[in-house]
């Protein structure tokens, strides 16, 4: 497959704009949180928006995988799978802070090939597609050139994420190094790489859901993101990834992590 076919774009566009609905609908209104197994947080805005976004999935393209942060699995044997995470950053959402997005994911044969990071509070939305350059808001936009640590403007959700002494000693590497750093904003800082905005972003503790969507964001924004190995990430991939702008200062990033 060379490129994403229109058809798939397009229904990625239909799947945003119903979850979009949901963002606005709940965003800064009281809602009940709600605390899941693996200690993270939950709201109806998060069930509600999934939901929506599988109901299209099961109506218009039933043999078709799924696989969502809230509502579980089906069918991942399929050629396409689509992968939901409805609100990345719900703490974000129930504090009022615009920077939480929905991600989808479209997986052919196991690899991302299409991907959407929505935040439908400030009605803005990255499309990238094999094939394609990535989109804000339907005009492209490309990382910028960044070739050292020492110029870099590093994004990360939080420095609690790296639970284990060894990663934390790792990621301190290379905070000593960058320019500058900011903190918050989960999926929302990938955008901004795919944007310019930022030059890197480290991460953690994720899942296929967090990660699989900004693939193809980044990819078509001209920027890379592989797990601290290098290694593209699959459904079964590490969870902890490093998104870049610049393959040297990718590269760079890696050397400094250079933790098993």
């Given at each position: 497959?060379?490129?994403?076919?229109a058809?798939?774009?397009?229904f990625?566009?239909?799947?945003?704009?119903?979850a979009g609905?949901?963002?606005?609908?709940?965003f800064?209104?009281?809602?009940?949180?709600?605390?899941?197994?693996?200690?993270?947080?939950?709201?109806?805005?998060?069930?509600?928006?999934?939901?929506v976004?599988?109901?299209?999935i099961?109506?218009?393209?039933?043999?078709?995988g799924?696989?969502?942060?809230?509502?579980?699995?089906?069918?991942?044997?399929?050629?396409?799978?689509?992968?939901?995470?409805?609100?990345d950053g719900?703490?974000?959402?129930?504090?009022?802070?615009p920077?939480?997005a929905?991600?989808?994911?479209?997986l052919?044969?196991?690899?991302?090939?299409?991907?959407v990071?929505e935040?439908?509070?400030?009605?803005?939305?990255?499309?990238?597609?094999?094939?394609?350059?990535?989109?804000?808001?339907?005009?492209?936009?490309?990382?910028?050139?960044?070739?050292?640590?020492?110029?870099?403007?590093?994004?990360?959700?939080?420095?609690?994420?790296?639970?284990?002494?060894?990663?934390r000693?790792?990621?301190?590497?290379?905070?000593?190094?960058v320019?500058?750093?900011?903190?918050?904003?989960?999926?929302?800082?990938?955008?901004?790489?795919?944007?310019?905005?930022l030059?890197?972003?480290?991460?953690?503790?994720?899942?296929?859901?967090?990660?699989?969507?900004?693939v193809?964001?980044?990819?078509?924004?001209?920027?890379?993101?592989?797990d601290?190995?290098?290694?593209?990430?699959?459904?079964?991939?590490?969870?902890?990834?490093?998104?870049?702008?610049?393959?040297?200062?990718?590269?760079?990033?890696?050397?400094?992590?250079?933790?098993?």
């Amino acid at each position: 497959m060379d490129a994403v076919p229109a058809e798939l774009v397009a229904f990625a566009h239909r799947l945003a704009d119903a979850a979009g609905e949901i963002q606005r609908r709940w965003f800064r209104r009281p809602v009940a949180v709600d605390t899941k197994a693996d200690s993270s947080p939950v709201t109806i805005a998060d069930r509600e928006a999934e939901a929506v976004m599988r109901e299209l999935i099961e109506r218009h393209r039933p043999g078709d995988g799924l696989l969502g942060e809230e509502h579980g699995r089906a069918r991942l044997e399929a050629e396409w799978v689509w992968v939901l995470d409805p609100i990345d950053g719900t703490k974000s959402f129930v504090c009022g802070r615009p920077l939480f997005a929905t991600l989808i994911a479209l997986l052919h044969q196991g690899r991302p090939v299409l991907g959407v990071i929505e935040q439908g509070i400030l009605g803005e939305r990255w499309i990238g597609a094999r094939g394609r350059p990535t989109l804000l808001n339907g005009r492209p936009c490309r990382t910028r050139p960044c070739p050292t640590l020492e110029a870099a403007m590093l994004g990360c959700t939080s420095p609690q994420m790296f639970a284990e002494p060894a990663e934390r000693a790792a990621f301190e590497r290379v905070l000593g190094r960058v320019r500058q750093a900011i903190w918050g904003g989960d999926a929302y800082g990938a955008g901004l790489v795919a944007l310019g905005g930022l030059d890197l972003v480290i991460e953690a503790d994720l899942e296929a859901y967090d990660v699989l969507p900004l693939v193809p964001v980044i990819e078509g924004a001209g920027g890379i993101l592989t797990d601290w190995q290098g290694r593209p990430p699959g459904l079964q991939s590490d969870q902890r990834m490093v998104i870049a702008g610049d393959r040297r200062v990718h590269r760079a990033a890696l050397a400094a992590l250079a933790v098993a």
